[in-house]
Each structure stands twice: as structure tokens, then as C-alpha cells.
């Protein structure tokens, strides 16, 4: 099979959670450890570091995986889902895995997929873990699907666990309290293997400190330890000093990861590279101030506070997407100057809304849209549940032609936002 025709086979003989919800969600290690036989474990042959949580896990994991290549170290990342391009899901030192690569791995796995049909996250996870073993990474950074305990990527072996927060998100499969999703995700704290927490909250510490108990894991609380200071936001870059158990450490950090609420992800990033030396990882404070300058840029990170454009109106897209996530992105928006904000927006059809539409501002122009899977929320129904929260705005066919239609409108001294999917956000880049 060609290329095209690999993807074309995965697409429509496995199911895809972000494109069909919860039909595809395989709660359930058997296929993902089936796959991996048949590859020869290959998850046992490089050193890991695992990360989970409601938000942020993205940027920590491109945020340490800069760092680790400022290092020297050959650093395998594996993100979930993807914008544009399949590969993006599987990156060495900031490059997509070759088609060549994805076509044998899948021809490899053909018979299995024939036999039992994993899911199509379980696939992908086979096919990270054998082009990491296979490239004889130094070390690979593995993020999380859904969840933790149960999700596919949760048969590795780390050196380092981490569990950026907890919020509200996926509680269908979940739970739908704090301290049921924290129990979720503190799966993935493994036996005398230290676990990094993000950010500290009542309602879960006692589950990771119990967690880390059974597990002889030392815990550590991020946010405990590191706080920052004279902190300045730019539009594409932050700088703030950071003091660590009230010493000043960092001074003068600038890193293009933007938006207010990486302030929490930069500091669990600092904490994971303290850890280093301990983990057998030279590391020296510079390696973090140049890594963390350029993490766009060595990793390939998109789709986060994205600058589409700078120029008159300004652009900017996120694909925040739950109560936590969108309500830190608004706020940083309304610290911005404009005229009038115009909203490009769409969402799925499997999540309770109505949470996520009170957060939005009433003064804003909004352009409703659905993205182009089959589990997106048509734009006719998102208008409707808008108007109870006083959202005013129209429905649009597509989310390009939205897009179009705000930048139609906009003027010069206006602000764009895309943004309540990744796959609104994909269409978009």
C-alpha cells in the first residue's frame, strides 16, 4: 500500500475516539500488550518519561522534550491527536516519523488488526513505541490519550512519572468527581518511580500522596516548590524569574511558550528537569533557559496561544477545549487590546456545553462552525445553545468559511480567536 492508501486503511478499519467519541475507546490493556508482542516489547528497550493530566500535558511534554534535546539526548515524543499530518503524532528531536516507517509498521500489524481490531490510539501507541526502539532514542517522552491507568500508553516502565493536573474532562469514562479522575490518572505512578505533580488541589492530594505511598514513589508537588515572579506576557514569548523553595534560580526565563496559564506548565517542566541528575540525565540550568526559548521550534509544537497572525487583525488560535483550559485562554484574551473580538468556534457532540459556553464573553462576535468529523456538533444546534447564554452570532457550513466570514468582518484594531476543538484548530493551521 501506498502512503495514502496505509492512513486510508487505518481511517476506515479502526475506530478514532476523537472522531467518533466513545465506540473507539478500548477500556482495556489486552490489545495494546498483544500489539506490543508481536513487535518484541519494544517498550521495555528506551527509557521513558510519562505524562498525564487534564491540560497542559501537551506543553510539558514539548516544553521537557526541548530541554532534553538541548541536553544532547536523541528525545522520542508521542502527542495525541494530531493537527495536520498523522506523523505529528510521533517525533524524534522535532521530526515526523517517515511514511516509510508508518507503511511497514502497519503492514507489520496487518494480521492483527484483521484478528482483533484495536482501536486506532492503540495502533498508533504500537507503532511510537517500535519507531522509538527501532531509532535507538536516548530517551522518549510518552503522553497520555485518556485517563492513565487504563489508557494504552500505561504499559511502559518510566523513570519519571507525571501528572500535570486535574479537572473536569471525559468524566463518561472518567468519573465525575476530582478525586474519581485523579484516582485515573494516578495509574500511571509505577512502582519506586518518582512522580511529578503539577499543580497541587485538595481534593486530589491525598489520592497521588496515597498513590505514591503504595507505589514507594517519591512525590513531588511542583507548585510546592517552584513559584514565579515578574512575570511578563508578551504576544509570542514569556519571561519571568522563577524561585525555587524561596531561593531565587531562574532569572531572566524567556520561553515562546505563551498564554498566562503556561506559567503552571513551566514550572512542572523546571521541577521534571531538577530531576534529571537523579535520573542519571546531566543537566545544567542554561540547558533549560536555551531549550525553553525555542520549543516551537525544536519540537514542532503547534496549536497552543498560536500567533496566526500578527499583523492588523490580530489572529490567535487554541484548542483548549474543557472548563479549565478555555477559561485560562479567555482570561489571557481579555488582557489583550482590541476593538471587538470575533469567535471562531465549534465543538463535539458527546460533552456537556452548557459549562463551557457560560465562560464566554456576551460582547463578542461569534462564527459557529463544525469541523469536518463525524463526531462534531452541527452548527445549527451549537447557535441554538448558544443564544441561552446570550452568545450572538451565526452558523456557518464549515469552519473555513467561518474563518473567512470573521476576517471579513473584522477590522484593523480587532482580535480573531479560533478555538473549542482541536479539530476546529487543525482546519484552521
Sequence with gaps: MTYKATLRYLYSKLPMYQRVGKTAFKKDLTNIKKLCEILGNPQLKFRSIHIAGTNGKGSVTHGLGAIL??????????????????????????????????????????????????????????????????????????ETGLGGRLDSTNILQPILSVITNIGYDHQAFLGDTLPLIAGEKAGIIKEGVPVVIGET???????????????????????????????????????????????PYYTHLVSDLTGSYQIKNLCTILQCAELLPDLGIPYYREMAFEGLKQVRSLTKFM??????????????????????????????????????????????????????????????????????IPRGLPASALLSLSRKHQLKGSNYPSVQVAYEAAKANAQEEDLIFIGGSIFVVAEIL
Aim: aromatic share 10%; with cysteine; charged share 20%.
Design 201 to 247: 488541589h485538595p481534593e486530589t492530594q491525598g489520592i497521588f500522596i496515597e498513590k505514591a505511598a503504595q507505589c514507594n514513589a517519591v512525590i513531588h508537588f511542583a507548585d510546592q516548590h517552584f513559584k514565579a515572579s515578574n512575570v511578563l506576557q508578551q504576544l509570542e514569548e514569556t519571561r519571568l524569574d522563577v524561585v525555587v523553595d524561596s531561593r
Design 303 to 372: 496549536g497552543r496561544w498560536q500567533v496566526l497572525s500578527s499583523e492588523k487583525p490580530l489572529i490567535i488560535a487554541d484548542s483548549a477545549h474543557n472548563v479549565d483550559g478555555l477559561t485560562a485562554v479567555l482570561d489571557q484574551l481579555a488582557t489583550l487590546p482590541y476593538e471587538r473580538l470575533h469567535i471562531v468556534y465549534g465543538a463535539v457532540n458527546d460533552k456537556d456545553l452548557n459549562p463551557i459556553l457560560a465562560l464566554f464573553p456576551k460582547n463578542a462576535a461569534y462564527y459557529f462552525c463544525k469541523a469536518a
Design 69 to 142: 534535546q538541548q541536553i544532547g539526548l536523541k528525545t522520542g515524543l508521542y502527542t495525541s491527536p494530531h493537527y495536520k499530518d498523522f506523523r505529528e503524532r510521533i517525533k524524534i528531536n522535532g521530526a515526523f516519523i517517515s511514511e516509510e516507517a508508518i507503511m511497514e509498521g502497519v503492514m507489520r500489524l496487518k494480521p492483527a488488526i484483521e484478528e482483533f481490531q484495536p482501536s486506532f490510539f492503540e495502533i498508533t501507541v504500537a507503532l511510537a513505541f517500535a519507531h522509538f526502539a527501532q531509532q535507538n532514542v536516548d530517551i522518549a517522552i510518552i
